[in-house]
Every structure is written in structure tokens, then in C-alpha cells.
Nanobody
Framework: QVQLVESGGGLVQAGGSLRLSCAASGRIIRINDMAWYRQVPGKQRELVASITSGGNTNYGDSVKGRFTISRDNAKNTVYLQMNMLKPEDTGVYYC??????????????WGQGTQVTVSS
């Protein structure tokens, strides 16, 4: 059984910072890409940032220059450092990992989500 557990969300004032973490656990053989998505009510889940197993990164236009994604492959963990937060960054942030577990082909797994609220 594979689990992705996020932590680090909360309430912060505009201009502040938060750091999200997502740890994957279970009988994992290999993790390819890991990513963070966010969702607000009434809108589709959107990509915030992604990172390959080799460390190549990709960011959504709205967060470039403010957010940094990183990962620790030894810990099966991905991070999202969020700086200069804006009220429009508010939403539920979900971790996603494309991974292979024992006896299971590669597929995408999702965390349960963590709420980020930025007050103006």
C-alpha cells in the first residue's frame, strides 16, 4: 500500500512563506516525476510545479520566481518552498508522484491535500 502524506499547510499573511512537504511510503521500487497541484472551489486542479528524478523542474507561470520545488530521493520526499505568497495562492495543495510499487506497474498517486490560506 503506497501513501503520500502532505504537511506544512496553514494560514499566512500575504508576503509570507510556507514550506510544504510530501513523503511517499510503502513498498516503492522507483519514483519518477513528483509534483504539486492546487485546487480552488469551482476550478480544475492546476499544476504548480514538478520535478523529475534527476532534478529538472517545471513551474506554472503564476508561481515562477516565488516557489521552489525540490526533492530528497533518499527519503522519497518532495518539498515546495512558497515565498512572497499572494491571496490568489490560496487553495488545497495536492502532492502527486509517478511511481512503481512492488507487483504494481508505474502509475500516479495522490496525497490527501493540505490547505493553504493567504490573507490579504
Amino acid at each position: 500500500q503506497v501513501q503520500l502524506v502532505e504537511s506544512g499547510g496553514g494560514l499566512v499573511q500575504a508576503g509570507g512563506s510556507l514550506r510544504l512537504s510530501c513523503a511517499a511510503s510503502g513498498r516503492i521500487i522507483r519514483i519518477n516525476d513528483m509534483a504539486w497541484y492546487r485546487q480552488v472551489p469551482g476550478k480544475q486542479r492546476e499544476l504548480v510545479a514538478s520535478i523529475t528524478s534527476g532534478g529538472n523542474t517545471n513551474y506554472g507561470d503564476s508561481v515562477k520566481g516565488r516557489f521552489t520545488i525540490s526533492r530528497d530521493n533518499a527519503k522519497n520526499t518532495v518539498y515546495l518552498q512558497m515565498n512572497m505568497l499572494k491571496p490568489e495562492d490560496t487553495g488545497v495543495y495536492y502532492c502527486n508522484a509517478d511511481l512503481k510499487a512492488i507487483f504494481v506497474a508505474f502509475k500516479g498517486y495522490w496525497g490527501q491535500g493540505t490547505q493553504v490560506t493567504v490573507s490579504s
